[in-house]
Nanobody
Framework: VQLQASGGGLVQAGGSLRLSCAASGRTFSSYGMGWFRQAPVKEREFVAAITSSGGTKYYADSVKGRFTISRDNAKNTMYLQMNSLKPEDTAVYYC?????????????????WGQGTQVTVSS
């Protein structure tokens, strides 16, 4: 599967953005999906994940209550709604996919990655 992330941009602290991850192929509903991010000079970190059906979601503590992951299997698209953004949320955000029903928190568990979209939050 090929992934294309979009929706990043520059926003003030407290603002919102919605990221999208469009997937190619006809078996999107068979993939667990996740969002990761990487800030300059920092390691990539897990943000959120969702099962193939969308029924179960999991969040990093740093974004819980502010970010919402969702997916529309009919549109082959996953989303990340980001509210109450903070400067520390500034990073390149990547979407990832792994064949299977469950969600995964480790990057090495994912088989496919999108190209990333930059999110910059100004103070």
């Amino acid at each position: 599967v090929q992934l294309q992330a979009s929706g990043g941009g520059l926003v003030q602290a407290g603002g919102s953005l919605r990221l999208s991850c469009a997937a190619s192929g006809r078996t999107f509903s068979s993939y667990g999906m996740g969002w990761f991010r990487q800030a300059p000079v920092k390691e990539r970190e897990f943000v959120a994940a969702i099962t193939s059906s969308g029924g179960t979601k999991y969040y990093a503590d740093s974004v819980k209550g502010r970010f919402t992951i969702s997916r529309d299997n009919a549109k082959n698209t996953m989303y990340l709604q980001m509210n109450s953004l903070k400067p520390e949320d500034t990073a390149v955000y990547y979407c990832a996919a792994r064949y299977g029903t469950w969600w995964y928190v480790n990057g090495y568990e994912y088989d496919y990655w999108g190209q990333g979209t930059q999110v910059t939050v100004s103070s």
